[in-house]
């Protein structure tokens, strides 16, 4: 028995078989999130109400009904007019802020982040309280007729901007400025510089920025629900269909649609990333900026109008937060704190801060280990690649796909995870799976970072892997890992498009519950909940930062003492 | 029986080979190092020998034992990388502890007595709180070296251990890690590009080029017959030139000057003169355009007489040629 039990031990370290265990089973858990329920999606688009197959039959009864087709024309419209608008603000935003010596950059870079710490569907409340029928600006006498197309429009440029900007801001960051002082020996105008230089350095980022904001707007499900009115998109379409009607096939259609603009981007991504790889030479020097009163002053007062709006937009939820009942009873109150019970209530809000601290907490933990096993690992080079192809397909997912696949594969009596349907755990398991990809790469990353021989040095001391990857690169990665839990709980604060679909009555969640109660009319606590979010979000991201700048000083600290 | 035998060991990688039928012999207590030109496969060979890489075909035998598939943490080895990878969150002490506390036998006390004395032995003992940024390349190298051998290993890799640092220090750490290797009689593999390094410090050496072993000796016999010209060129400097179908080659300091009406083996025109100080440095073409160098003391240049267009008549001591058929290209 010893004997034989010695031999397995000898045979499983041979041939690494805990690694290519953990490796094997962390592939399989990801693969089976990701793809079983996109083939329950697809296999559903193709099949009758009767679960007989039907071909693409469900596809021409969509297309033969203008009522329903008309919302790919609209989709794409309203994509189209608020990326141009977004891409093009984001530049100038990011440009001003990485390229000139205006004061204030820290201030103007945080406001542009705003939008990102609330759902979309405030930003549609707050545009409600400004240019809504009984909108501050509106009672002014200025109507922008916001219901439908406008309205959808401006809420997705406040939604995609600051995306656009923080890609522009790390591809404008980084600059060549040997490049610059060269040119301007040579009398090139700072004009042509621009067009010759500056635009040919970030110009997939442009594209990439263009594919990005018009996929998030393409999908995005807040802003329509409040602002659409008549109008329909492809996300309240699908809403309709599956919460509205039950009609779960013609549901798939409309998710098959939604996946081919983020399918495209998934594509454009992946050749702007291999291309843009070769562009960092280590001898660029630092770009030194010239002084321009001119410049600068043309762009603080578009910085300020900018930053202006988004602020403009957070004091209107203040203002309907605070008050007793806009616009006729001006008093200010804090019972629109006092959130009514049927629409989810404060419970709504500790849900969600339930279900953001679980998705960052798993999520950081499967992400990093993921991360870890696709970097770090010698052998099963196959599986590793493997990994990494899986790890940027959720790129491509839009939320509610994921949210109605996921319906198709849990709510499935025969599926044996059949029990987490309805269950926080779905809910955890969507947004991790929803907002996989960026952290990946903060982690990859990070661990690209680390000396390689690390592992090399460890193994040959006879240190188990698992207290290596503890000891060593956990704590050298804390900055990364940090970022990530942000990331995930941030997103998952505000997240609606996934979890619409998943939630239970019995724990709802802060977002969903803004959603019920701007359907009850009740707009003045769905703002109080807005700002909730809005707060703790802050809060977390100052956390965030307090806790970076604590690991950067411990490790100055550790460079200085004695020598 | 050698301590180590490497035994027709290939290895490919995607695309290229990167060591292709290599065979050597190591011998217990011995300081080998592992000389080529950078990319020839020398750290793919040290890390198969540590069980890091596998080999696609080949043996490798530790004490008689066939370790080929043996996992690099069942091989009992210290290492010492290029970048020496020490954990940058831990102090000297703990970077060393690190590994020790692994040892279920050891006791703490003991453990901290086996830290203190490997500290003691590479001269660390002042340094043993600080962190490896606060330290000088050559005491993080130093650092790495303890922490290699504090376990007790029976045998120790180094990969360039010594090419990140600047050339003062190298010279130094050089006595230095011979002096510890053979006060601790430890085999030791090392692997280097630089040619003086292997000269200066092993027992012998094993010249790879392009993925083969061209060469495997003492320094002494390395120098003196270089099996190939690429192992007499990679080695010291030598003269080539073409003699009767054959490539002939000695060392530049084997060349006699002699004056005209003296017996002479090589004719040559002077091309150029560099005075060095003690030593003159003197470029000339043969007549079939190949080119050598001598160096002469100054004082002996000038007697000759030499300067640029002149005739510089050489002895070649046959002793010291070395000849290689026309087809063994340098
Ligand atoms: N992990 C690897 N994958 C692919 N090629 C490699 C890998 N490691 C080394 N090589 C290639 O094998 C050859 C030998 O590399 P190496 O052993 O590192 O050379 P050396 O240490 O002599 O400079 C090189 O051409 C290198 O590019
Ligand atoms: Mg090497």
Known sequence: ?563 | MSFLEIKNITKRFDKQTALSNVSANIEKGELVCILGPSGCGKTTLLRIIAGLENANSGKIIIDGKDCTSLPASERNFGIVFQSYALFPNMTVLQNILFGLQQKKSLSKADMLDKATEVLRLVDLTEHTNKYPRQLSGGQQQRTALARAIALSPSYLLLDEPLSALDAKVRARLRGEIRAIQRSLGITTIMVTHDQEEALTMSDRIIVMNNAVVEQVGTPRSIYDNPATPFVANFIGSMNFYKSGGEICAIRPEKLIPVERHEAYDIAAAVKALEFKGALTRIYAVLPEMDEIYVDIISDRADALGLHEGALLFLKAPAEYQIKYSAKAAV
């Open chain 1, 1 to 563: 028995m010893v004997f034989m039990k010695n031999i397995l031990n000898r045979l499983s370290r041979r041939f690494s078989l805990p690694q290519l265990f953990v490796l094997l089973a962390f592939l399989l858990v990801f693969g089976a999130i990701l793809i079983c329920p996109l083939i329950s999606l697809f296999s559903k688009a193709f099949l009758d109400k009767y679960g007989n197959y039907a071909g693409l039959a469900n596809y021409q009864k969509y297309f033969n009904n203008p009522n329903l087709s008309i919302s790919i024309w609209n989709t794409i419209d309203i994509s189209l007019v608020s990326t141009v608008f977004s891409v093009v603000l984001a530049f100038l935003f990011a440009y001003a802020l990485t390229r000139s010596n205006l004061k204030g950059k820290t201030l103007f870079k945080y406001i542009a982040m705003i939008p990102i710490f609330i759902p979309t569907i405030i930003h549609a409340v707050g545009l409600v309280y400004l240019f809504g029928k009984q909108g501050v600006i509106t009672r002014m006498g200025w109507d922008i007729g916001l219901y439908g197309r406008t309205g959808i429009i401006i809420s997705e440029v406040i939604f995609t901007f600051p995306q656009a900007f923080l890609m522009f801001f790390v591809a404008l960051e980084y600059a060549d400025g040997r490049l610059y002082d060269a040119a301007e020996a040579m009398g090139i105008s700072p004009v042509k510089r621009f067009f010759r230089i500056t635009l040919p350095d970030v110009k997939y980022t442009v594209i990439n920025a263009f594919f990005v904001c018009f996929t998030l707007a393409f999908a995005d499900f807040g802003a329509p629900k409040v602002l659409g009115g008549n109008y329909n998109v492809l996300a309240t379409d699908i809403y309709k269909q599956i919460a509205g009607q039950f009609n779960m096939n013609m549901g798939a259609v409309v998710g098959s649609l939604l996946l081919i603009p983020a399918v495209i981007s998934f594509i454009v991504d992946r050749i702007v990333r291999s291309k843009n790889s070769s562009t960092l030479n280590a001898k660029a020097t630092k770009l030194v900026i010239k002084k321009s009163f001119k410049r600068d002053s043309l762009f603080f007062v578009f910085c300020t109008v900018i930053s202006l709006c988004f602020l403009v937009l957070v004091a209107a939820l203040f203002m309907g937060a605070l008050t007793e009942y806009y616009p006729y009873k001006m008093d200010f109150t804090w019972k629109n704190f006092e959130f009514n019970n049927s629409t989810g209530g404060i419970g709504s809000f500790y849900h969600s801060l339930e279900m953001s601290v679980a998705t960052a907490v798993f999520g950081t933990a499967f992400v990093f280990i993921y991360a870890y096993l696709c970097e770090k690992i010698r052998k099963f080079g196959a599986l590793r690649k493997i990994g990494k192809l899986f790890s940027v397909l959720p790129m491509a997912l839009p939320g509610m796909v994921i949210g109605i696949s996921f319906i198709f594969f849990f709510n499935n009596k025969h599926n044996p995870l059949n029990f987490i349907y309805g269950t926080i755990i779905i809910l955890v398991l969507s947004n991790i799976l929803h907002y996989f990809s960026v952290p990946f790469i903060t982690a990859t990353g990070a661990l690209k970072k680390l000396d390689a021989e690390f592992e090399s040095v460890a193994e040959s001391m006879n240190i188990p892997r698992w207290k290596t990857l503890l000891r060593v690169t956990v704590p050298l990665s804390l900055p990364a890992i940090l970022e990530i839990f942000m990331y995930y709980f941030v997103n998952a604060m505000v997240t609606v498009s996934a979890v619409v679909f998943l939630y239970s009555a019995n724990f709802r969640i802060a977002s969903i519950a803004i959603s019920h109660m701007e359907e009850a009319g009740n707009i003045s606590q769905a703002a109080a909940m807005g700002l909730l979010i809005l707060l703790i979000n802050v809060i977390v991201r100052i956390l965030y930062e307090i806790a970076v700048k604590i690991i950067q000083f411990k490790r100055k600290k550790k460079e200085e003492r004695t020598i």
